[in-house]
């Protein structure tokens, strides 16, 4: 069962916008998270879709930790795969926005990834890596110029298949560094068996990664009254 301490308060969610909610891919929060021996074998999908995620394997469970009263998922360390996962997720393409809660308490010298969608094959997949932000889609990637230092609300979206990627912290705008162009678009990734990994994908990048909190990912266009109501919400939850 979820933690009793980690209950949210009677205040503005995402759910209390039905516009809003019904474009929710996936809604993950660590305080609803099922904990066994510390680590997390189950989180719902507060979205409308029910995706849920589940670890079954106790070696690949990440552990939750507090900080400053607030749970997070520390979903990998170097040569260690944790990560809790959900199959049959239906995609449409483009546009797929991320927006989510991370703490960069930790140093790390590897990416290591905090949310990815993939199908069989690994060059069509969208994922997000929180501490240094990096965006990446199809098989290119697109780096902004930051780091992770803080409790922070990270928003990253590629919102056409042939677009450009951007990303926001705390609701600002955040520079771009690099970008490569992906051979396979977002449109690739489509169909109804597609997988979810929060955490690190088997047989991927692995190394320290920053603390996971909220994460909240959309498969439809936002308004950008939408876009700041959500990020308003986890940095009010979580800073």
């Known amino acids: 069962m979820p933690h009793e301490m980690y209950e949210r308060p009677n205040v503005w969610t995402p759910a209390s916008a039905p516009a809003l909610y019904a474009k929710i891919l996936g809604w993950y929060d660590p305080r609803q998270?099922?904990?066994?021996?510390?680590?997390?074998?189950?989180?719902?999908?507060?979205?409308?879709?029910?995706?849920?995620?589940?670890?079954?394997?106790?070696?690949?469970?990440?552990?939750?930790?507090?900080?400053?009263?607030?749970?997070?998922?520390?979903?990998?360390t170097t040569g260690v795969v944790r990560y809790l996962s959900a199959a049959a997720v239906t995609l449409s393409g483009a546009p797929l926005t991320y927006i989510g809660v991370s703490d960069g308490g930790d140093t790390a010298t590897a990416f290591a990834p905090s949310l990815v969608y993939k199908d069989a094959s690994s060059s069509r997949n969208f994922g997000v890596t929180p501490r240094y932000p990096r965006l990446y889609y199809g098989n290119g990637n697109t780096n902004f110029a930051h780091v992770c230092a803080g409790v922070e609300v990270l928003t990253l979206e590629y919102a056409s298949n042939h677009g450009s990627a951007t990303g926001r912290v705390d609701g600002s705008a955040l520079t771009l560094a690099s970008s490569t162009n992906p051979s396979n678009t977002i449109s690739d990734l489509t169909g109804?068996?597609?997988?979810?990994?929060?955490?690190?994908?088997?047989?991927?990048?692995?190394?320290?990664?920053?603390?996971?909190?909220?994460?909240?990912?959309?498969?439809?266009?936002?308004?950008?009254?939408?876009?700041?109501?959500?990020?308003?919400?986890?940095?009010?939850?979580?800073?």
Do not use: C
């Open 33 to 76: 998270a099922t904990l066994v021996d510390g680590k997390a074998s189950f989180i719902p999908d507060q979205g409308p879709n029910g995706y849920d995620v589940i670890q079954t394997v106790d070696a690949n469970r990440p552990t939750v930790v507090t900080r400053a009263g607030m749970p997070y998922l520390h979903l990998a």
């Open 192 to 239: 109804s068996d597609i997988t979810l990994y929060i955490g690190t994908i088997p047989g991927g990048d692995r190394g320290i990664v920053v603390y996971s909190g909220e994460q909240i990912t959309f498969n439809q266009p936002l308004t950008s009254t939408e876009r700041e109501n959500v990020e308003n919400y986890l940095m009010r939850e979580w800073q």
